[in-house]
């Protein structure tokens, strides 16, 4: 019987594993040096703010592995023998394999800052950076202050686990606006306020320059480069992105870039070796994506199709129209098909934003055809399939605000604002358009 | 702020010790009047029990309830015992010990408790109310902007089944055994209400009126704490408001007003079978010889659980009826609020979830068809099974224990829908509409899930949302109450209840959407589907 290995229980590793269960009979073994059982990642804050216990991550019962024959195994891979088909432990035991899956994910960035291993400094990504948060930062009385240094999800989500603490929180952003590498004006702007509202000291378009220790090798401050401002600190969340994990892969025959090189199946330069999900490396981006995408739909993307290749069924990685998702603290993001930070040649945005301040939606749009591209909406749930339907048909905008009330997913009773939002466009293009009150038909098309 | 909670909290435990600690309290004392009225009052043929009673209580002072009705129910077992032997059966007193104490305790009652009602009213319910409300309202400004707060709730003792909710869990246990097997212990909180109940329906205070009482208020003072913490969120907001409606006036106001005006009294939302006696003889006797209401009332009944219900479910889910009608839902999602994430969420707990709720509905059931085979025929047994030993069975295990005891009794420890889930027969049936022939779902949006548990965990019925989510597929289960939580804490805007066709309400997935796996087999798969 066919061996096949996959290392890393994430996402993608986890769904791979899974759905060649499902299409085979073939052996599974899924390495982690991480954790004995698949978890969420994403859902690591909720444990440290006290919304669920650690087993509630856990997706799957922990019977369900040996029912489908998923044997699990907790080990360290020092070092992939390609030649041999073997992969060698930190403590030196070695287990053999036929087809090797490596998703081993990401690591968070460090840039060599002065300071940036001291005890303290730490980054948000794996189940034991969680468990040394809950041990630098128990209390405001351990933690007087943290510094997060690094303006994405994580840090955003780093400074909302501590404030539930009541630690005070500075974030440090080296942008002059928040995620605005991602995000256009408006809502990055609109962010900003939200981060500042929850009292979190934002401080954006500075540097870390260093971190300094209190001669214990404990963190005791950091200096923005910058001002040369020194603020005192128990804690530095180190959240400047993440990379591909995969430094054990240095002395092996397996071709690296910055990831894990692939092609578009997913196939790496040696032929039973495959990678998916955060360490994988596209040699060239996919429809508009990065070749490196470290994001959950993606890992999971990655591991359904593998899985079909491995089972005999070669398939193409193709990942359909891009979306994504996110929380802001109390905000809640979605986004469909593409909206850039800035549009991109022949491309232009229209932006509403409610009075409150905590929703908005932003289209963009091909200037000359109208041809519709994509949405971000903000405090605004919106229906998967209606955008995914709609991008794939090459609808206009007029057609999509036209029909906004067909993709609104808020719970019912919301406030809904979908003539709010036309009006304003209307009165923008001098359009006429009228909104459609909701239609089952259309939604199941 | 934290220091009007914390004195708030002081002044519940302060309101709920007097509470307490009155049932300890009073005098009691039986003149030989009250007695010989009593005996009158209930048409009692024992001469033996009278003298029984004058010899034991007639003025004599109790110093407090259970000295008192114990004196009571020994001259009652006394006199049972000699009647039985001589085989006079008329003569024998069948009501239970413990009601027949109350009863007359409740006619015996002197001294503090009793000359001070209002006071103690006061003290108890009235300081209650305060000091929950300023436990409760801080929380507008405590938990910051609207949104999702369920922060350090695995933190806490009180809803992460630590000693506080243990302590919470037996305080209630013995609440609910005393209401419903030693009311006589309970005789001095009726007092409190008697003004109250006096107003309402002409009569004094019932330990079935204690219960209805506190019920509305904790629902109310829960409710505004509901109202706070899920304040973004409207559906949560209209859903409350229901629940508090249908509990003040439909289960409270309305059966009390009844019986002032010599109706019977009646729940006109509480439908069989959870509301269990309903074909019970007694009660189609009291409703056939109460005129023009009293059938309004039979019909109605039946009506409402052949047509109505599941009408509604159909159109809605069966959430129109456990999370915006009913009481014992109200009460769930109240006061029972803070313990939803306590539910098991195992297979195992599904799968004995499934055998005891329906086992539940068919016991329901083949108690009510020996009743009425009973009722119509003259029998007292249909299939060997005796019409008295299986309605007292039902009520035993079902009404009292499940209902009561475990149902709310448990909240703390293993969630606030334990009977719902578990035991409500109504539910069940509900449940089985919902499943196979209804309007409602809850739809997963596309491939938006990110695993995180959010969901499941706070689900009070124990399914595993999450399961369905991650896998794209929409959650059809019998179980839904519909309470919207899950949607609510989603931090991806995975989910939402809705009402819609039921062609595509059930959809499987191979591959979630945003992987265009192989566009020619998607395409077709799609057309399968629709």
Redesign the interface.
């Known amino acids: 019987m066919e061996h096949v290995v996959i290392i890393g229980n994430g996402i993608s590793g986890i769904t791979a594993a899974r759905h060649i269960r499902k299409l085979s009979d073939k052996k599974i073994t899924v390495v982690s040096a991480e954790t004995d059982y698949f978890f969420s990642r994403t859902a690591l804050m909720y444990i440290y703010m006290g919304h669920m216990k650690f087993e509630h991550t856990q997706p799957y019962e922990n019977w369900f592995w040996k029912k489908n024959r998923i044997d699990l195994k907790k080990g360290y891979v020092a070092h992939v023998d390609t030649a041999a088909n073997e992969l060698h432990f930190a403590d030196k035991s070695t287990l053999s394999y036929d087809k090797l899956i490596i998703a081993t994910g990401s690591k968070p960035n460090k840039f060599g800052w002065p300071g940036q291993d001291l005890n303290g400094a730490q980054g948000l990504y794996s189940k034991q950076d969680l468990d040394m948060l809950e041990k630098n930062a128990p209390d405001n009385k351990t933690c007087k202050r943290a510094v997060i240094v690094g303006g994405g999800l994580i840090g955003i989500e780093m400074a909302e686990m501590l404030l539930t603490r009541d630690i005070p929180v500075t974030f440090l952003v080296r942008e002059d606006s928040f995620w605005n590498g991602v995000l256009p004006p408006g809502e990055s702007d609109m962010i900003n306020r939200h981060i500042r509202e929850h009292h979190i000291d934002l401080r954006l378009g500075v540097n870390l320059k260093e971190i300094n220790d209190d001669g214990k090798g404990n963190v005791k401050s950091i200096v923005i480069a910058e001002t040369g401002e020194e603020i005192e600190c128990n804690v530095v969340g180190l959240t400047a992105g993440v990379s591909p994990n995969i430094d054990f892969l240095k002395a092996s025959n397996i071709e690296i870039g910055r990831g894990v090189k692939v092609n578009r199946f997913l196939e790496t330069n040696v032929s039973n070796v495959y990678a998916i999900g955060d360490c994988a490396e596209q040699h060239e981006g996919i429809n508009q994506r990065r070749p490196i995408e470290a994001v959950w739909y993606t890992g999971r993307m990655m591991g359904e199709t593998l899985a079909r290749t491995i089972c005999g069924t070669p398939t193409k990685y193709s990942p359909g129209h891009w979306f994504n998702s996110a929380k802001f603290l109390d905000i809640e993001y979605q986004t469909y098909g593409w909206v850039w930070a800035q549009p991109k040649d022949g491309e232009t945005n229209f932006y509403w934003e409610h009075a409150d301040g905590n929703k908005c939606i932003n289209i963009n749009f091909n200037k000359n055809t109208n041809k519709f591209i994509g949405i971000n909406t903000f405090g605004i749930r919106m229906r998967h399939e209606i955008f995914d339907r709609w991008l794939t048909e090459e609808q206009t905008v007029d057609y999509v605000l036209e029909h906004l009330k067909d993709a609104n997913f808020d719970p019912e009773f919301y406030s809904q604002y979908e003539k709010e939002i036309v009006t304003k466009y209307n009165s923008e293009n001098n359009k006429q358009i009228k909104v459609k009150s909701k239609s089952w038909k259309r939604i199941f098309a | 702020m934290k220091a009007i909670k914390y004195t708030g909290l002081a002044i519940f435990i302060a309101a709920l010790s007097i509470f307490t600690a009155i049932l300890f309290l009073g005098e009691f004392s039986a003149s030989k009047e009250t007695v010989s009225k009593f005996i009158n009052d209930n048409g009692i043929k024992s001469e033996l029990l009278e003298k029984e009673l004058q010899q034991t209580v007639t003025d004599k002072n109790f110093t407090s309830p259970f000295t008192f009705s114990s004196a009571v129910r020994s001259a009652l077992e006394k006199s049972n015992n000699v009647h039985k032997e001589k085989q006079e059966w008329d003569k024998v007193i069948w009501k239970k010990p413990h009601t027949f104490g109350f009863e007359l305790a409740k006619k015996s009652g002197k001294g503090f408790v009793v000359e001070n009602q209002g006071l103690l009213w006061w003290l108890t319910f009235g300081l209650g109310i305060i000091g929950a409300l300023l436990f409760i309202l801080p929380n507008l400004i405590l938990l ?5 707060k ?7 003792a009180a809803t992460n089944r630590g000693w506080i909710a243990w302590g919470v869990l037996v305080y209630l246990v013995v609440f609910y055994l005393l209401l419903y097997f030693a009311p006589d212990y309970v005789v001095n909180w009726t007092f409190i209400l008697d003004p109250i109940s006096k107003a309402l329906n002409g009569g004094p205070a019932s330990q079935w009126f204690v219960y209805g009482f506190l019920y509305c208020t904790i629902m109310i003072v829960m409710g505004v704490r509901m109202y706070i913490k899920y304040r ?4 949560q ?2 859903r409350t408001t229901s629940v508090l409606f249908f509990q003040i006036v439909f289960a409270f106001l309305i059966p009390e007003i009844m019986t002032s005006l010599n109706m019977p009294g009646y729940d006109f939302k509480n439908a069989f079978p959870l509301d269990y006696d309903f074909f019970f003889e007694w009660n189609i006797d009291a409703l056939t010889s109460s005129g023009g209401i009293g059938i309004f009332i039979l019909v109605w009944g039946i009506v409402l659980t052949l047509v109505v219900v599941p009408l509604m479910v159909y159109f809605f889910g069966k959430r129109w009826y456990c999370s915006w009608v009913c009481g014992c839902g109200g009460l769930a999602e109240t006061l029972g609020d803070p313990y939803r994430q306590n539910s098991n969420k ?2 195992l707990a599904w799968k004995t979830e499934r055998w005891i709720i329906h086992g539940v509905l068919a016991f329901s059931l083949i108690m009510t068809l020996v009743t009425l085979y009973c009722y119509f025929s003259g029998a007292d047994s249909f299939i060997g099974i005796k019409s008295q030993w299986i309605k007292d069975t039902y009520s035993f295990f079902i009404g009292a224990w499940f209902a009561g005891v475990i149902g709310t009794g448990f909240y703390p420890i293993f969630g606030n829908r334990t009977w719902c889930r578990f035991g409500c027969p109504l539910a069940a049936y509900l449940g089985l509409v919902q499943r196979f022939k209804s309007r409602f779902r809850i ?1 997963t ?4 899930c ?5 969901c ?2 706070y689900c009070e019925q124990g399914i595993d949302v ?2 369905y989510a ?1 896998k794209g597929e929409n959650i059809v289960r019998s179980s839904c109450v519909g309470c ?1 939580i899950c ?3 989603c ?3 995975v989910l ?3 009402n ?2 039921e ?2 309400r059930i959809n499987p997935t191979e ?9 020619i087999e998607l395409a077709k798969q799609n057309k399968k589907a ?1």
């Open positions: 910051g902007k609207p949104g999702i369920n922060d350090h709730i695995y933190h806490n973004h969120n409207k559906y907001i209209m195992s297979l739809t949006n596309g491939g938006q990110i695993s995180c548990g959010n499941s965990t999450r399961a991650q919207g949607s609510a804490v931090p991806r805007g939402k209840l809705e819609g066709p062609e595509g591959v979630l959407l945003g992987n265009d796996v192989d566009l629709s």
